[in-house]
């Protein structure tokens, strides 16, 4: 059994900063890539970062010069640190890691999601 469990999400102005992180914890011989994704109302889910093992990060255009991706490998942790938040970065943050329990199979597996809110 594998769990993701997110924390970190809340309200904050424009302008503001905040920071989410992922902890990944069961029965994991490996985690490959994790991540941030998140969703807003009417949207469909979207990728904000990721980041591999060995510490290669993607990062979405839209969160580029904002947000920054970065990952423990040794506590399955994963941060995500954003700051100039917008209103328009307003939706549920959910984390996800791809990871192996068994040899040679690899699954992908998503936290319950935290809610981001910034007022203008």
């Known amino acids: 059994q594998v769990q993701v469990v997110e924390s970190g999400g809340g309200l904050v102005q424009a302008g503001g900063s905040l920071r989410l992180s992922c902890v990944a914890s069961?029965?994991?011989?490996?985690?490959?890539?994790m991540g941030w994704y998140r969703q807003a109302p009417g949207a469909q889910r979207e990728l904000v970062a990721t980041?591999?093992?060995?510490?290669?990060?993607n990062v979405a255009d839209s969160a580029k010069g904002r947000f920054t991706i970065a990952r423990d490998n040794a506590k399955n942790t994963v941060y995500l640190q954003m700051s100039s938040l917008k209103p328009e970065d307003t939706a549920v943050y959910y984390c996800?890691?791809?990871?192996?329990?068994?040899?040679?199979?690899?699954?992908?597996?998503w936290g319950q999601g935290t809610q981001v809110t910034v007022s203008s």
């Open positions: 996800n890691a791809e990871l192996s329990v068994w040899v040679g199979v690899r699954q992908s597996f």
């Open positions: 069961g029965s994991i011989r490996s985690i490959y890539v």
């Open positions: 980041i591999t093992s060995d510490g290669k990060a």
